[in-house]
């Protein structure tokens, strides 16, 4: 992957990890916006944000 691709795919992260957030009762909200499921938080599109922010994030 080239750096250009790595860094948009971490900005793209980035705003995933900022929507899937948990709510007060442990939930993703941004799984009840989007898809209206009450899924536990971490969810598995925060669980993937964080792999690739940990994987391809430079400004640690």
Known sequence: MG???AAQLVVEAAT???VHVADEDG???????QWALLTRHPC???R???AVI???A???
Do not use: K, M, P
Not at 27 to 33: A, S
């Open 16 to 18: 995933i990890h900022a």
């Open 58 to 60: 430079t400004d640690r």
């Open 3 to 5: 750096a250009e691709a």
């Open 48 to 50: 993937w944000a964080v």
């Open 44 to 46: 598995s599109q925060d």
């Open 54 to 56: 940990d994987e391809h």
């Open 27 to 33: 939930y993703c909200r941004g799984c009840l916006l």
